[in-house]
Structures are given as structure tokens and as C-alpha cells.
């Protein structure tokens, strides 16, 4: 055993030689890159003890005002500094940080460049390629005013956002010899000119001050893939078309266009022209954009399609139109040439027909929310891939009978005004999975054969709709077994969503609240003493009686177990062996004959209670059949009750129900028809089983 003062003169030592750890922050010495991480612990100055291997800080959310000196930190390559409080940088404090890659100090206290010393610091980071800078107030980004010549051969990225930036020169970015991205964001900027940079791929300039952008801006950008102008509200293109050959994603989404404007953008793929000023798309309108491929055209003013619009953009595969002011029909041949169109979202439209568009590729539909009347049976010959219709929210009132479509897997026709399906409404919808009916105008249940054409039918809503309960009715039970045979079209968990409207009496309850007690009667018969209405409550009441019968079984098991004990040692080895052969015996049934096992503890004698035994009976080793039966009460999972769970209780629903479905969990048994206390013990356990799954 050393003495105390050795081991602290150890920890001392050791700190020194292999690291300390500044009080506070959390060090990863052992780790490469070695890593201190000093963030939002309150510190107002930067931390002396830091091990100077170090090859990243986190100092992020501290209070630091000044950064003097950090020359011991040679080997550092990223260093958060973001959100302090910093206003001065000394203008050697980064000189022999030249391994330094990263540096964030965004979100401090500068208000001018020459705080931040960023010609000296650029000049000895010669390996930087991030900078952050953003939320400082900067003012200016420009070669000509003031002194700022600031040049880096290593810069990458630059984030400017939110420097109150008014002043912006492009000429600036010609001294950044390897600069990609460049965020300007959040700036007053008003006009963007003298943009002149190799090696820039991103610009970010959304939600500035520009009105217009000179149609050239653009040109000596070679390499510029993405240009964000979004949020500059008053900006549109009417001096002339942005032009770039090499531009591919176009945001200038809540700007003021007032037409697209991408005729000068061959190589754009996504465009987001989402909430501009654009009423009418003229011919030829994307003539250029053979290679666009997302166009967003939503939450404009579009009030006219011209049918050859869209033509020769033969790569356009989404294009959104919703809240727009379209109101007559589409021109049916609008995207015929856009063979490769997947989705068309026309929703939030005054459009009072589906039309009959003809798109070779489509597969998403969206219709909701217009103010469509009418469908007609052809509405969807045109479409042969269509997969998801959303006709949600229109006033619609009827679906023609003829309607027709081989490929529709998905249709919502929730919120319209349907009252009526016949046998013909749904027969050529072949691939329907779902069919949304969620607030409609049904009064009465299906017929089942209504759907007799939709064997891929695996969810139908219904709720929402002002249901007439007849619980006695044939037609309203075979309606409630068809949606609840497999493959289960009402969900456990939407039970509760399809509710009655009449009669008054049940009105506001789920349909099988309603008619559980009309449709399972059992359970009317084991609870009618105690007048309990409705099966909600059925639940609680076999709840507690299970809960009752437990707390008895447990106390009887205790007493036997305390016997069996002393039996347990000496028949030990025998029991071992035992439970080995039922095991062998169980995996051999499971596999020839699965039902086999059920049918024997269906039909399986009461076995003789232990406490019947005679004192020359306990001081004999166990039969096999004893040694088995025994191994069976003492272990709480029986093996099968999985099995017995399943045909118990589907034997105990009543006969008169043709197909209940058992997976449904539809039928409940206190176990009263079995009276030794054994088989009640399975049967609890059967029903707890049950209880479980249908709490699920
Ligand atoms: C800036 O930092 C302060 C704390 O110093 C923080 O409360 C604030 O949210 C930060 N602002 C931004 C835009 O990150
Ligand atoms: C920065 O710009 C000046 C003037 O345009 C030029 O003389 C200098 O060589 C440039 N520096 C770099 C690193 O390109
Ligand atoms: C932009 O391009 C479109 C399509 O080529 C053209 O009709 C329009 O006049 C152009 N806009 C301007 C302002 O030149
Ligand atoms: C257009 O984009 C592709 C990549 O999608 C690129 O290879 C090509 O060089 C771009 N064209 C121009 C003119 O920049
Ligand atoms: C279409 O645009 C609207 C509004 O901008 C948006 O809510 C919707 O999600 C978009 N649709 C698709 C399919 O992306
Ligand atoms: C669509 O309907 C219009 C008239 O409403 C008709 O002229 C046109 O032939 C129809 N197109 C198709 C493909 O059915
Ligand atoms: C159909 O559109 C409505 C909006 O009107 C939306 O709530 C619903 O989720 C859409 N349905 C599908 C299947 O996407
Ligand atoms: C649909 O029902 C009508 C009468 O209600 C019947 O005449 C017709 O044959 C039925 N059609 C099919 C396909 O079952
Ligand atoms: C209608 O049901 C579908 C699923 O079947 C769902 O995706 C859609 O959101 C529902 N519509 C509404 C308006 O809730
Ligand atoms: C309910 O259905 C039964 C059987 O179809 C019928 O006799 C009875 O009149 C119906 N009750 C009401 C209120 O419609």
C-alpha cells in the first residue's frame, strides 16, 4: 500500500505528463483526435490548463470576451467557439496554429473586421478550410471599402449569415482561391454583382434585400451548382433570365416572380419557385429545362396551364401546383410528353372535375382539398400507373359505376359527400389496398360482395359517418366479420373510430361497444347478474375476478410448493431427465402433429391434487407421468399455452358466430366451465394471455 501523499504526488505527476483536464470540461486524452469539451460551462476566459496536444476544443457557449494568445495548441485542428461573447482577437493568437481546419466563431460580440485580425489570421492558418462566422455584425464583405483585403488559399466554406452584411463586393471572393460555399444569407444585401470565383459551387443568398440580379451574375461562376435566393420577397427576374450552364438546384421560393424564369438555367434539376407571383405558364414555358426533374410550383397564382407548357422537360418526374387558382380543367395532354412524371400534386385548387389527364408514368395523384363534383368514368383510363388518388375534402357526391383502374392501391376519398357504393363502385379497382371513407355520408353497412372483386382490400376507414346501428340486423354483423376477417380491414385500434349516429340510444359509441353484447353473446350470459352493460366494463369485471382467483391460487401453490420442496431433492436427477424427454416429446409432436398437444390438455383428466398423497407415496421416487406433471405446475410458462390460448378460447366463443376471427381477440372467458383449481390456473393464464394482447 503507497500512503496518500504518494498517490497525489502520482495523479500530479501524471496529469503533467500525460494531460490535464481543465475543471469542468470532459477530456478524451486517450482518444485521437484528442478532444477537450468545455462547452456552456460559464468560462470568461480561454482555459490555461488545456493538455496542448489537444487536437480539438469545444468551447462552444461560454463567456470568452478576448482570445489572446493560443500558440501552445500547435497541433489543434478545430476549435468551436461559437456563442461567447468575444470582441477581440489578438493578432498573433493564431500564428502557429497552421494545422487548424476548423474554426466556428459564430454568434459573438464583433462589429468590424479588424476585431477579428482575419488578414493575419488567414494568413497563418494555412490549412483552413471552414470558417464561421455567422451572427456578428460585420456590415461589410467587400475588396474596396475599408481595409479588408483578407485572401485564404485553403478557405472551403464561409459562413457570413446574419452579419447585418450591406456591402457586399463579389470581387472579395477572388482572393479565395479554393472557396466552394459561401453563405450569405440573412443580409441586407441589395444587389449581387462582380461575382467572380472558380471553385464556387453553393451560394447562399436567401432572405436578403435583392430585387433584381443582373441576368449575367451568374457567368463568372463556372462551377456553381446551387443558388438559393429564397425569402427575398421583392425579388423577380424582369431585366432579363438568370443564365448559368451549370446551375442545378434553383430556391427562390417567396420571392415575386412573375413567371418561372428558368429559360436561362439549362442543367437546374430541382426548382422551388413555391410561393411566388406566377399566374399563367406559357407555351414553352420549360422548353430549355430538359433535365429538371423536381419543379415547385406550389402557393402561387397560376390560373392557366398552357398545354404545351411542360413539353420537352422530359425528365420533369415531380411537379407540385397545389394552392394555385387552377379552376377549369388541366388541358388533358398538358404532360403527355413528360413521360417520366411520378407525382402531381394539384391540391388546394378550384378545380371542379378530376379531368382526364393523360400521364404515362403517374403514380401519385393528389386532388384534395378543390372543389371537385365530378368524376367521371374515364377520369382515370389516362393514368395506367396510378397508385395513390387523394380526393380528399372535395364535394363530391357520387362515384360513376364504370370508374376504372388497374393500378390504384391507395384512393382517400375522405370528406367528400358520398352517400352511396354499389357492387359496381369498387369492381374495377382490382389493386385497391386502401380505401379511405372517413367522413362521409353513409347511413348502412355494406354488402359484403361489394368488395367480392378486391381480394388485396386490407384497410377500409369508415369513420366519421353518420352510422344507423341495427345491431340485429344480418347484414350489419356479416359487414362487421368481412372488415374483421383477414386481411383485417378495421384495425383493433381504429375500432373505436367508427361510430354510431342513431339510434339516440347509441349514438357516440363504437359499433362493437354497441353490438358487442348483440354480436357476443356469451358474454351477456356470464355477467348478466351483475347487469353489466357494456363490455368496457365486462373487461374490468373479469379483470378483478382473475385478479380474485389469483391471489387464492397463489396462496393454495405456496403450501404445495412448501411440500413439493422436500420432494424436489431427492427426485432431483429424475426430474432433470424427465423434463428432458417432455421436451423431446413436445419438439416431436410440434413437428408432426401441432394440434395433437392441444387436444390432450383440452381433454386431459383432472390430475390427482398432491395433498392427496400418502406418506409411503412421498418417500417413493416420482413415475414419469408424475415427474412431468409436476415439472408442468411448477414452471409458470406452460409450454403450450400459447396453443391452448388460441383453440380454448376460440372453442369457448359461441358456435353461432360463423367466422369470428380469433386474431381478433374478440372473445372472452372467465374459465367458469372448468372447475378443478388446476384447469382454472391454465385458464387464467389463457386469459391473462388474452387480457395482454387485447391491451395492446
Ligand atoms: C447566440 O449565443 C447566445 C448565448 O451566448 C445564445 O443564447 C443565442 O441563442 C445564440 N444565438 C444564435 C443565433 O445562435
Ligand atoms: C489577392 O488579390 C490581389 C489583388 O487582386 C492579388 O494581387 C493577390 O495575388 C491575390 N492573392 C491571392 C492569394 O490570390
Ligand atoms: C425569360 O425566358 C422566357 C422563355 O424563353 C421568355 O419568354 C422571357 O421573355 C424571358 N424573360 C425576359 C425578361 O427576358
Ligand atoms: C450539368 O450538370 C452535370 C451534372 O449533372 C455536369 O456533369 C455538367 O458539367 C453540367 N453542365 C454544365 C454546362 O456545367
Ligand atoms: C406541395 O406544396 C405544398 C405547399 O408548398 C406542400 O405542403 C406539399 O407537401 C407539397 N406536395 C408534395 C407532394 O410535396
Ligand atoms: C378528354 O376530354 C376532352 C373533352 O372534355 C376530350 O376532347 C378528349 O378527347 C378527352 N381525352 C381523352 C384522352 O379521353
Ligand atoms: C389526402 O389529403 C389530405 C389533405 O386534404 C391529407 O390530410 C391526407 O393525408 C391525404 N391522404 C393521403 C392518403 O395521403
Ligand atoms: C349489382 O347489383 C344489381 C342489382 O342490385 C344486379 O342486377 C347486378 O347483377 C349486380 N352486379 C354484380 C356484378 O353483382
Ligand atoms: C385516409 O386514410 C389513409 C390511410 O388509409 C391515410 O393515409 C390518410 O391520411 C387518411 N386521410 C385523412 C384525411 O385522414
Ligand atoms: C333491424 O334489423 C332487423 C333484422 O334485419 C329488422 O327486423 C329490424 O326492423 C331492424 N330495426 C330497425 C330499427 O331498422
Redesign the pocket.
Known amino acids: 500500500m503507497l500512503p496518500i501523499r504518494t498517490i497525489l504526488v502520482l495523479i500530479f505527476l501524471a496529469q503533467h505528463v500525460f494531460g490535464a483536464c481543465p475543471w469542468l470540461c470532459l477530456c478524451y486524452l486517450k482518444e485521437t483526435p484528442i478532444k477537450v469539451d468545455c462547452s456552456g460551462v460559464g468560462f470568461s476566459k480561454f482555459p490555461g490548463e488545456i493538455d496542448s496536444r489537444v487536437q480539438q476544443v469545444d468551447l462552444k457557449d461560454n463567456k470568452i470576451e478576448s482570445i489572446r494568445n493560443l500558440n501552445t495548441y500547435t497541433e489543434l485542428e478545430y476549435l468551436d467557439l461559437s456563442d461567447n461573447k468575444i470582441n477581440s482577437i489578438s493578432s498573433t493568437a493564431f500564428k502557429k496554429l497552421t494545422k487548424l481546419k476548423y474554426l466556428d466563431l459564430s454568434n459573438n460580440s464583433f462589429t468590424d473586421w479588424s476585431q477579428i485580425k482575419a488578414r493575419s489570421l488567414l494568413a497563418s492558418t494555412t490549412r483552413l478550410t471552414t470558417l464561421k462566422l455567422s451572427h456578428n455584425s460585420l456590415k461589410i464583405f467587400t475588396?474596396i471599402e475599408g481595409n479588408l483585403?483578407i485572401?485564404?488559399?485553403s478557405l472551403e466554406e464561409l459562413h457570413l449569415k446574419s452579419c447585418e452584411i450591406k456591402s457586399f463586393d463579389g470581387?472579395s471572393l477572388?482572393?479565395f482561391?479554393k472557396l466552394k460555399y459561401l453563405d450569405l444569407s440573412h443580409n441586407p444585401i441589395r444587389w449581387l454583382n462582380n461575382l467572380y470565383s472558380k471553385t464556387l459551387t453553393y451560394l447562399d443568398v436567401s432572405h436578403c434585400l435583392l430585387d433584381s440580379i443582373n441576368p449575367y451574375a451568374l457567368i463568372n461562376l463556372p462551377g456553381i451548382t446551387t443558388l438559393k435566393l429564397s425569402g427575398n420577397s421583392e425579388f423577380d427576374m424582369n431585366i432579363g433570365n438568370l443564365t448559368s450552364g451549370s446551375l442545378q438546384s434553383f430556391e427562390a421560393a417567396h420571392c415575386s416572380l412573375t413567371s418561372p424564369g428558368l429559360a436561362g438555367l439549362p442543367n437546374v434539376t430541382y426548382a422551388n419557385l413555391r410561393g411566388n407571383k406566377i399566374e399563367k405558364l406559357n407555351e414553352r414555358a420549360f422548353s430549355r429545362n430538359r433535365v429538371l426533374v423536381e419543379l415547385d410550383l406550389s402557393l402561387n397564382d397560376i390560373k392557366e396551364i398552357h398545354p404545351f407548357a411542360f413539353v420537352a422537360a422530359r425528365q420533369l418526374a415531380f411537379v407540385n401546383l397545389s394552392s394555385n387558382s387552377l379552376k377549369y380543367n388541366i388541358p388533358w395532354n398538358s404532360f403527355s410528353s413528360n413521360i417520366n412524371l411520378k407525382a402531381l400534386d394539384l391540391s388546394r385548387n378550384q378545380l371542379e372535375s378530376v379531368g382526364n389527364l393523360s400521364i404515362l408514368a403517374l403514380e401519385y395523384l393528389d386532388l384534395s382539398q378543390c372543389s371537385i363534383k365530378d368524376i367521371k368514368k374515364d377520369s382515370l383510363t389516362g393514368l395506367p400507373w396510378l397508385q395513390h388518388l387523394n380526393l380528399s375534402n372535395n364535394p363530391l357526391k357520387n362515384i360513376p359505376n364504370d370508374i376504372q383502374s388497374w393500378s390504384l392501391r391507395n384512393i382517400d376519398f375522405s370528406y367528400c359527400r358520398l352517400s352511396v357504393v354499389t357492387n359496381e363502385t369498387f369492381r374495377r379497382f382490382p389493386e385497391i389496398g386502401t380505401i379511405n371513407l372517413t367522413g362521409n355520408r353513409f347511413t348502412k353497412p355494406f354488402k359484403t360482395y361489394m368488395f367480392e372483386f378486391n381480394d388485396r382490400l386490407e384497410s377500409l376507414k369508415l369513420g366519421d359517418n353518420p352510422w344507423i346501428c341495427n345491431c340485429s340486423s344480418r347484414d350489419f354483423k356479416s359487414f362487421w366479420d368481412f372488415l374483421k376477417s383477414y386481411p383485417v380491414k378495421v384495425k383493433s385500434y381504429e375500432e373505436k373510430d367508427v361510430k354510431c349516429m342513431s339510434p339516440d340510444t347509441l349514438a357516440g359509441q363504437s359499433w362493437i361497444s354497441a353490438c358487442y353484447l348483440e354480436w357476443y353473446p356469451v358474454i351477456e350470459l356470464e355477467t348478466s347478474n351483475f347487469g353489466i352493460p357494456h363490455y368496457g366494463s365486462v373487461l374490468i369485471v373479469i379483470v378483478i375476478v382473475i385478479a380474485g382467483i389469483f391471489a387464492v391460487i397463489g396462496a393454495i401453490k405456496h403450501g404445495i410448493k412448501q411440500r413439493i420442496k422436500h420432494e424436489e431433492e431427492e427426485m432431483q436427477r429424475e426430474m432433470v431427465e424427465a423434463l428432458q424427454i417432455q421436451a423431446r416429446i413436445v419438439h416431436q409432436r410440434r413437428q408432426t402433429f401441432p394440434l395433437l398437444e392441444v387436444e390432450d390438455t383440452e381433454l386431459r383428466t383432472p390430475r390427482p391434487p398432491v395433498r392427496a398423497r400418502t406418506e409411503s407415496e412421498l418417500t417413493q421416487p416420482p413415475t414419469y407421468e408424475e415427474a412431468i406433471q409436476m415439472m408442468a405446475s411448477s414452471r409458470e410458462d406452460v409450454v403450450s399455452s400459447e396453443n391452448v390460448a388460441g383453440v380454448s378460447g376460440q372453442r369457448q366463443a359461441h358456435s353461432d358466430d360463423d367466422d369470428d376471427d380469433d386474431e381478433n381477440g374478440q372473445s372472452y372467458s372467465i374459465g367458469s366451465e372448468l372447475s378443478d383449481s388446476d384447469s382454472d390456473e391454465e385458464q387464467i393464464r389463457i386469459n391473462r394471455k388474452k387480457q395482454s394482447h387485447n391491451s395492446l
Open positions: 475588396a483585403f485572401e485564404s488559399s470581387n477572388k482572393n482561391t
